[in-house]
């Protein structure tokens, strides 16, 4: 299963623009024809969407759900997964999306990232209040983001060097505007709590939860809050083995489960349990279990 990793995934998208970009700060316009339903995905940065047409309806990791319509911002704390239903109205769905680096909101607004006070109060909210959070933008937010729209949308801001600091710029500005509304000022406050949390996720339930999905060492370390040196080592603490060779296996246990006990085709297995290349699971079913997925189904 696919599971796309945000804002890596984005930048090889063609219905996506990167307006500006610095390292791990962006700015990107969306826009699609179509309706896209059930798009699996998880957040390396925390996140700021705004809906200009259509809606979005974002499922969390608990099934919680929220619909995000015209003019409104959503925030996304970094390290979560969902699941996003893209629906478009009059044609098309479109919005823009911020992806903030960690430091920017501490650095720049005034915060200190290293106080204890900080720290402590962070995890309060974050332990007892939903991480996401949705603002009514009003009509200046619209005029600025329109001004974002008309100004780097050009072909040339793209290729030059002198657009990166602009980046970091235009979300600090985005923040200021918000900070002047009404209830404005709690919301960047909110923004910023969460995106200075920083935490380590436990591995066991991390893995459980998505070793079907098509993730590199890479991922599952980032995704964790660790290096992948650290994840490496955490990781055989725990199983006394590689990353590697635990997937495989837990894998291959679904797919015997799924052809001994269900309906379950080859493919189905394969497809079900990550497997993109039919041929390949069965190389690696047989190597396991030393006969076919096929002489499992006749058994059956």
């Known amino acids: 299963m696919i599971l796309d990793i945000l804002p890596d995934n984005l930048f090889k998208r063609t219905d996506i623009t990167t307006l500006l970009r610095d390292k791990n700060t962006a700015i990107m316009h969306k826009k699609l024809a179509v309706d896209f339903i059930d798009k699996e995905m998880y957040l390396s940065r925390c996140a700021l969407l705004f809906i200009m047409e259509g809606r979005q309806i974002i499922t969390d990791s608990e099934s919680q759900q929220q619909t995000i319509l015209p003019g409104h911002l959503l925030f996304l704390p970094k390290d979560i997964y969902m699941v996003s239903d893209f629906i478009a109205a009059n044609g098309y769905f479109e919005a823009i999306l ?3 680096d960690d430091t920017l909101l501490a650095n720049e607004l005034s915060i200190d990232i290293h106080s204890k006070d900080i720290h402590q109060t962070d995890k309060h909210a974050t332990d007892h209040t939903p991480a996401t959070a949705v603002f009514n933008g009003g009509r200046q937010i619209a005029d600025y983001i329109q001004a974002l729209l008309r100004v780097y949308n050009q072909p ?5 060097h002198h657009t990166q600091a602009l980046a970091s710029l ?3 500005e985005l923040f200021h505007l918000l900070a002047q509304q009404e209830d404005g000022a709690s919301f960047t ?3 910023q709590q969460h995106c200075m949390y920083k935490k380590q996720r436990d591995i066991r339930a991390f893995m459980h939860k998505h070793y079907t999905k098509n993730l590199t060492l890479d991922d599952y370390a980032q995704l964790t809050g660790r290096s992948v040196s650290t994840f490496i080592r955490d990781f055989k603490k725990l199983y006394h ?3 590697n060779q635990w997937i495989i296996e837990m894998r291959l246990k ?3 489960a799924l052809l001994s006990q269900t309906q379950a085709t080859v493919t189905d297995a394969a497809f079900e349990v990550g497997y993109e ?4 699971f069965i190389s690696a079913y047989k190597a396991h279990f030393h006969y ?3 002489k499992t189904k006749q058994l059956q």
């Open 170 to 172: 235009k979300i600090l």
């Open 292 to 294: 076919t997925p096929k």
């Open 254 to 256: 679904k797919a015997h």
């Open 241 to 243: 083995t590689t990353p």
């Open 98 to 100: 911020f992806f903030i």
């Open 277 to 280: 290349n039919v041929s390949h």
């Open 189 to 191: 406050t909110h923004c």
């Open 156 to 160: 040339q801001c793209n290729t030059t």
